[in-house]
């Protein structure tokens, strides 16, 4: 992919930054940020004064920044957004994974003995759409080779036998887009948290049943942790992968019961994924009806060697935890009630999706799912990435960690910490928020400093985003 040429309204405004009397600063805070694409941008002080007397010991004011403002990282998830931020999330959720199936970060080593499975739980069929099958020996198979099925009502035919490459744009479009079920696409995404929530309780409930316990026994005796993450379908539902692990009454530190093997673990995770349904709301137009899981369960053993090792599901797991939805062809940003659908650069089926979640979200009996606001996100508003409190450590611990280890020295030594130690001082901060993103030539230093491709240009700071 050839490099982007900058214009000349760009030229100069490097040009510009690269020789203002600040420029050494300013880089200094785009390293700090680790080349973040869309810095926020923050003007106000802070004062370091004395617990007792009140005395001003130290003050650190945006001020002497440049264009009087402190760029910090946006420290967002998504990839589309900022490849930089995401990176860190992916690295962080890449470790807190891994602490569950190996130790580390507070859990211990023993935890490998704990039986521990890779689950997939994916989403029931709302119309067949194009589809690239491998065979068992690697060649591609037809898309929807049937015979004899003719045209479906719409005139459009009912089968697929081209062999669709990795890049085709028509995968995930419904072989007719009007047969496709949309309704049931999008409030299948809007209920899907309930119905992992269902699924947990079920699971819980079977793990009691086969130990010949009640739940509020099996408590005191066994724990299931989990941590799990949301992937979007290129036909926009998403399923779950998850990792589940049978531990002791207090948690990873302590092992399960004897009886809580991996086999057990296998069959009650399937009969959980079978047993669970959440029912829509009924509204005039559309009657309910019970969603569940899709027959597709995925059940296989976590191990430290052979094909699927703790290594090889956190990787997995933290890739998906930076991604959303754009797989679809949707947008990375909510869609605001003046967007008009047919201009916006998304996908025909997206279109088609955000359209029945608009549709849906205005009837009175589907308020509560919100539909409208997730629209962008063809209607599940869950968490990506989720974990039970016991798995292991937390995004925030690891978070804390970091910044601990690398930002002190550096807060020093730009004057925004004292030399004195911060615990002895009452510290009083006020920030304002004036902005995010940079201007498209503050873009290209920014990629260059950090050694990174350059982002997708979107609106600069001082451009339309200031607030």
């Known amino acids: 992919m050839p490099a982007a040429v ?5 030229l100069r405004d490097i040009a510009r930054r690269a020789t203002s009397p600040d420029y050494q600063r300013w880089t200094a805070q785009i390293r700090r ?60 959720t890449y470790q807190l994974v891994r602490a569950g199936l190996v130790g580390g970060k507070g859990v211990p080593d023993t935890i490998t003995a704990h039986p521990a499975a890779f689950v997939t739980l994916t989403a029931p ?89 009640t739940v509020r026994e099996l408590r005191d005796i066994l724990t299931v942790s989990f941590a799990k993450v949301a992937e979007y379908q290129r036909r926009g539902v998403v399923h779950f992968h998850a990792i589940v692990r049978l531990d002791g009454p207090d948690g990873p530190t302590t092992p399960p019961p004897g009886w809580a093997t991996g086999d057990l673990l296998d069959d009650v995770v399937r009969h959980a994924a079978r047993a669970v349904t959440v029912t829509t709301p009924e509204t005039e137009e559309l009657p309910a009806r019970a969603l569940a899981w899709g027959p597709q369960v995925d059940v296989r053993p976590i191990t430290t060697t052979g094909e ?41 089926h997206a279109r088609r999706l955000i359209a029945e979640c608009r549709r849906l979200g205005a009837l009175e009996e589907m308020a509560n799912l919100r539909l409208t606001d997730w ?7 869950g968490h990506f990435s989720t974990k039970s409190r016991r798995y292991s450590t937390t995004l925030g611990a690891l978070r804390e960690a970091r910044m601990a280890y690398n930002q002190r020295e550096h807060q020093i030594t730009t004057g925004r910490l004292p030399l004195f130690d911060e615990d002895q001082v009452l510290v009083v901060a006020h920030w304002d928020y004036v902005g995010q993103g940079q201007t498209h030539g503050e873009a290209f230093l920014s990629a260059a400093l950090s050694g990174k491709p350059l982002p997708p240009l979107a609106p600069a700071f001082g451009e339309g985003i200031t607030a």
């Open 308 to 348: 699927l090792t703790d290594q090889a599901v956190a990787g997995y797991i933290a890739k998906y935890a930076t991604k959303a939805a754009e797989c679809v062809g949707t947008l990375d940003r909510r869609i605001r009630p003046t967007d008009d659908l047919d201009q916006l650069p998304i996908r025909d």
């Open 33 to 92: 940020t680790g080349g973040c694409a869309q810095p926020i941008h923050l003007r106000g002080r802070v004062d370091y004064r004395d617990p007792l007397t009140g005395a001003l010991l130290h003050r650190y004011s945006t001020i002497h920044e440049p264009d009087g403002v402190l760029r910090v990282a946006c420290k967002t998830r998504r990839a589309s957004r900022c490849p930089s931020c995401a990176e860190v999330y992916r690295a962080d």
């Open 125 to 213: 069929s709302f119309g067949p759409v194009h589809a690239r099958r491998e065979g068992a020996g690697g060649g591609v198979q037809p898309c929807h080779a049937r015979r004899n099925l003719g045209a479906c009502p719409h005139g459009r035919p009912r089968s697929c036998t081209e062999r669709h490459a990795t890049d085709d744009p028509r995968l995930g479009e419904p072989l007719c887009p009007d047969c496709y079920d949309y309704s049931g696409s999008v409030l299948f995404n809007a209920l899907a948290p309930e119905l992992w929530r269902r699924f947990t309780l079920a699971l819980r409930r079977r793990l009691a049943k086969s130990a010949g316990l």
């Open 375 to 381: 629209a962008h996100m063809l209607g599940f508003r």
């Open 6 to 10: 900058p214009s000349p309204l760009t």
